[in-house]
């Protein structure tokens, strides 16, 4: 398995949660040991989104993907 699929796998593990409180996540890309990844739905502007960003989904991917380094949210930054 790939380090992309690897996060991936991570990533569909976490979406029913997200979708459960009416969010969603999608995985854009994986390059320079960053996942970059988009928050949809009602977690795109939730309040919490920082907490859920890096103690939730970062803690779970690195947890299982030892080459990630950072998870970074794309509405957050230019693409």
């Known amino acids: 398995m ?3 699929e690897r996060i991936i796998d991570v990533i569909n593990t976490l979406r ?8 969603n996540i999608e995985f854009v890309k994986y390059e320079n040991q960053i996942v970059y990844i988009r928050m949809m739905g009602a977690c795109s502007d939730c309040e ?3 907490l ?3 103690d939730g989904i970062e803690m779970a991917i690195k947890e299982e993907v030892s ?3 950072e998870v ?3 509405k957050n ?3």
């Open 67 to 69: 080459e990630v380094k």
């Open 2 to 4: 790939t380090v992309e």
């Open 52 to 54: 859920t960003l890096k």
């Open 72 to 74: 970074v949210n794309l």
């Open 16 to 23: 029913p949660f997200l979708i459960n409180d009416g969010g």
């Open 77 to 79: 930054v230019e693409e």
């Open 48 to 50: 919490m989104i920082d």
